[in-house]
């Protein structure tokens, strides 16, 4: 997270339920120097912060939570991520075959019709390649992802070098994974 103190307490809400139903162990959120209160929420609540250097990118901080990450899954999602009510409901079904890894469909906040289309747009290379992108979130096994070179530390796109990787072993959940698209 950089400053993501506003998105902060949506997401948070939404994981406590997969606390309360033990589908989620813990809680490590990433931050590349936050200027605002996103690392005093997470602390609050109890969360591990993993700090990193401001401008290190996104792979870095992912690198650094999966390396404090002691649960065989990790669900990695942007900070601007909410689920539906019952999310955790049933979702352990997936838990199951850690030779898989997982993606959320992605649906935008915003009720206009263009946000409508750009979901769309972005769950078709999913759907059709098995290319999701880092705003459709990734449940995976540390295994697996160990297995495949992990998350490599690049400016940007580290999200698509990663899923290249998992290509053949990358399939849809049936949860939505809502987002503004924009942290």
Not at 16 to 32: H, K, N, Q, T, Y
Not at 98 to 111: G, T
Not at 138 to 146: A, C, H, M, N, R
């Amino acid at each position: 997270t950089l400053d993501a103190e506003r998105e902060l307490g949506l997401l948070f809400s939404n994981l406590f339920e997969g606390l309360g139903s033990r589908i989620i162990r813990e809680v490590i959120v990433p931050d590349a120097g936050s200027d605002d209160a996103a690392v005093i929420i997470a602390e609050k609540v109890g969360f591990l912060v993993a700090k990193g250097a401001k401008g290190r990118g996104w792979g870095a901080q992912i690198c650094n939570v999966i390396s404090l990450a002691n649960g065989e899954l990790v669900l990695i999602l942007q900070a601007d991520s909410v689920f539906k009510a019952g999310w955790s409901l049933g979702v352990d079904q997936y838990f199951r075959n850690l030779s898989k890894a997982w993606y959320f469909a992605l649906k935008l906040y915003s009720p206009r019709p263009i946000a409508r289309m750009t979901s769309i747009c972005a769950n078709q290379p999913a759907r059709w390649f098995g290319l999701p992108y880092r705003h459709q979130g990734l449940l995976v096994s540390g295994e697996l992802l160990s297995l495949v070179g992990g998350y490599v530390e690049l400016p940007f796109m580290e999200d698509v070098a990663v899923v290249q990787r998992l290509i053949r072993r990358l399939n849809p959940l049936s949860l939505a994974l809502t987002t503004s698209a924009t942290a």
